[in-house]
């Protein structure tokens, strides 16, 4: 074991889960905002009449960003697994802020024409490009710091400042049109405010980030002169780990980022709700689900991480139809707002614990891109095309396809979790 892992205290340990965690949120608040705030600048790139036709243009460069997402999962892991995963998570952070100044200076298509939506683009691939890499590292490495009996509550923190990060969003946004703007200026130019706050987070995120510890489990192969650390090649000697990352992720970000990112639209343009009713509804409900995420990932500690994924996979092909059929019909905003509390509460039992269970199925070599490629992949294509393809159905008087849709995958994904082991008493963690 080299000497410098057996320094790292618990105080030191808890310091760099906190830091790795508020990089994490900051990196997500700036992904987010783009979602967000799409209701009220997608007229400013694409100034059509049509308020679903607006909004399907701005979920494209939303789906488009996400295509970036595996070559970042791909290059800032074969970083992290041979540099270390400190450095990659710096590199990305700083990507990302460049990524959020770009939107707020981009000016709108009545100024330069075409030219603004082609910076938006170029804007959200480097964002895709930051957080494609940002998922696996992180989840690496907050794998890797927390102690064995505490891996799946403090991995859980994970997605608690991924959440964090859409709850800034909102909070911002409830700011905003509450309490400082009118509709018209968050329209006009009220809407680059949460881009600037997000590359000044970054600022703060990357400092927070150069003064973490590096993980034990890379400290003590970094002596290691092995050219095969994060390489495709290596990678590809664990087909079976891949294909679960592939197959347990699948359901489980699609019902994601229904009930988050598409949400605020879907109870906008569907259930008729008012702009800032249904940014209530996703800040209240968002708030309850990331308290949730260190309770279900602290249970797995106890029970196991395939009970909880289990779980998920059996209620979300029963539920999903259901509930997003009550949730379209429904006139009530409390209605709306329990209907999408109980579908999250039900994504808990993916979303807890599906960055440790990853983590635990690769070892330290290939760890953060065996993590981070396949389940970048797995989001682009189907987390990332989700506001697309449910504004596309609707389009067509057909929404009501995207839920069985939903249930399709999940019902995947539940034959995947029936299959596999328990990481959780089958973890590579235990080896390093």
Same mark, same amino acid.
């Given at each position: 074991?080299?000497?410098?892992?057996?320094?790292?205290?618990?105080?030191?340990?808890?310091?760099?889960?906190?830091?790795?965690?508020?990089? #994490?949120?900051?990196?997500?608040?700036?992904?987010?905002?783009?979602?967000?705030?799409?209701?009220?600048?997608?007229?400013?790139?694409? *100034?059509?009449?049509?308020?679903?036709?607006?909004?399907?243009?701005?979920?494209?460069?939303?789906?488009?960003? !996400? $295509?970036?997402? *595996?070559?970042?999962?791909?290059?800032?892991?074969?970083?992290?697994?041979?540099? %270390?995963?400190?450095?990659? /998570?710096?590199?990305?952070?700083?990507?990302?802020?460049?990524?959020?100044? $770009?939107?707020?200076?981009?000016?709108?298509?009545?100024?330069?024409?075409?030219?603004? *939506?082609?910076?938006?683009?170029?804007?959200? @691939?480097?964002?895709?490009?930051?957080?494609?890499?940002?998922?696996?590292?992180?989840?690496? +490495?907050?794998?890797?710091?927390?102690?064995?009996?505490?891996?799946?509550?403090?991995?859980?923190?994970?997605?608690?400042?991924?959440?964090?990060?859409?709850?800034?969003?909102?909070?911002?946004?409830?700011?905003?049109?509450?309490?400082?703007?009118?509709?018209?200026?968050?329209?006009?130019?009220?809407?680059?405010?949460?881009?600037?706050? %997000?590359?000044?987070?970054?600022?703060?995120?990357?400092?927070?980030?150069?003064?973490?510890?590096?993980?034990?489990?890379?400290? #003590?192969?970094?002596?290691?002169?092995?050219?095969?650390?994060?390489?495709?090649?290596?990678?590809?000697?664990?087909?079976?780990?891949? @294909?679960?990352?592939?197959?347990?992720?699948?359901?489980?970000?699609?019902?994601?980022?229904? +009930?988050?990112? +598409?949400?605020?639209? !879907?109870?906008? #343009?569907?259930?008729?709700?008012?702009?800032?009713?249904?940014?209530?509804?996703?800040?209240?409900?968002?708030?309850?689900?990331?308290?949730?995420?260190?309770?279900?990932?602290?249970?797995?500690?106890?029970?196991?991480?395939?009970?909880?994924?289990?779980?998920?996979?059996? $209620?979300?092909?029963?539920?999903?139809? *259901?509930?997003?059929?009550?949730?379209?019909?429904?006139?009530? /905003?409390?209605?709306? !707002?329990?209907?999408?509390?109980?579908?999250?509460?039900?994504?808990? %039992?993916?979303?807890?614990? #599906?960055?440790?269970?990853?983590?635990?199925?690769?070892?330290?070599?290939?760890?953060?891109?065996?993590? %981070?490629?396949? =389940?970048?992949?797995?989001?682009?294509?189907?987390?990332?095309?989700?506001? +697309?393809?449910?504004?596309?159905?609707?389009?067509?008087?057909?929404?009501?396809?995207? =839920?069985?849709?939903?249930?399709?995958?999940? $019902?995947?994904?539940?034959?995947?979790?029936?299959?596999?082991?328990?990481?959780?008493?089958?973890?590579?963690?235990?080896?390093?």
């Amino acid at each position: 074991m080299n000497a410098n892992t057996t320094q790292i205290t618990t105080a030191q340990r808890i310091k760099a889960i906190v830091g790795g965690s508020i990089g #994490n949120l900051v990196e997500w608040y700036d992904w987010y905002a783009y979602a967000a705030f799409a209701i009220y600048f997608s007229n400013s790139f694409f *100034p059509e009449s049509d308020l679903n036709a607006q909004l399907m243009n701005t979920a494209g460069i939303f789906f488009v960003g !996400f $295509l970036m997402r *595996p070559i970042g999962g791909w290059m800032f892991g074969s970083i992290a697994d041979r540099i %270390g995963r400190k450095k990659a /998570m710096t590199l990305s952070v700083l990507l990302m802020s460049f990524g959020s100044l $770009l939107i707020a200076l981009t000016p709108t298509y009545d100024t330069i024409g075409i030219l603004a *939506p082609a910076l938006l683009l170029i804007a959200r @691939l480097l964002q895709g490009l930051s957080v494609g890499g940002e998922y696996g590292v992180s989840a690496t +490495y907050l794998s890797e710091m927390a102690t064995e009996d505490r891996r799946g509550f403090y991995s859980s923190f994970q997605y608690v400042t991924l959440i964090g990060g859409q709850l800034i969003a909102l909070g911002i946004q409830l700011v905003l049109q509450k309490l400082i703007l009118t509709e018209t200026q968050l329209e006009d130019w009220g809407w680059r405010i949460p881009f600037v706050i %997000g590359a000044i987070l970054s600022v703060i995120a990357l400092y927070l980030r150069s003064n973490l510890h590096e993980t034990e489990a890379f400290e #003590n192969k970094k002596d290691v002169n092995d050219k095969k650390k994060g390489t495709i090649k290596e990678l590809l000697k664990h087909p079976q780990a891949l @294909l679960t990352v592939i197959g347990l992720t699948l359901g489980g970000t699609l019902a994601f980022y229904t +009930y988050t990112t +598409y949400m605020q639209k !879907f109870l906008v #343009n569907t259930v008729h709700l008012t702009k800032e009713q249904s940014t209530l509804i996703s800040f209240i409900s968002l708030f309850i689900f990331a308290c949730l995420q260190p309770v279900f990932g602290g249970l797995s500690d106890k029970i196991g991480r395939r009970p909880l994924l289990l779980g998920f996979g059996i $209620l979300g092909t029963i539920c999903t139809v *259901p509930l997003l059929t009550a949730l379209s019909h429904t006139t009530s /905003m409390w209605t709306a !707002f329990f209907l999408i509390m109980a579908a999250l509460i039900i994504v808990s %039992g993916y979303t807890s614990i #599906n960055a440790i269970v990853k983590a635990e199925l690769f070892p330290s070599e290939v760890r953060a891109l065996g993590v %981070g490629l396949p =389940y970048a992949l797995t989001v682009a294509i189907f987390g990332g095309s989700a506001e +697309y393809i449910a504004l596309w159905l609707k389009k067509f008087g057909a929404e009501h396809y995207f =839920y069985w849709y939903i249930t399709a995958c999940i $019902l995947f994904s539940l034959l995947v979790y029936v299959r596999m082991k328990d990481t959780k008493e089958n973890s590579t963690l235990d080896k390093d």
